[in-house]
């Protein structure tokens, strides 16, 4: 997984990264956006003003891990430090 998307994020324009960021901020701070993915504990946010989707989860020690569609494949923020 780690390789798609270090090719996938060379190919980010710089909207592409400021747009990515915003979702991600928005997250950061209220993990508890988007909606319940039932039977599972994925949440999926969705910006349509910056036309983004985030697939995400918040781990047990306050990590978000995010599974983006489209341009941005997957990463994770640390809430706790």
Known sequence: MVEPALTQLT????????????AIV?????PEL???????????YVDDIDGVRVIFYVTALKTIIISGLGAFSAGQIDLAA
């Open 11 to 22: 190919k980010l324009t710089a909207s592409d990264t400021h747009r990515l960021d915003r």
């Open 26 to 30: 928005a997250i950061s701070v209220n």
């Open 34 to 44: 988007g909606t319940q993915i039932p039977g599972t504990l994925l949440r999926d």
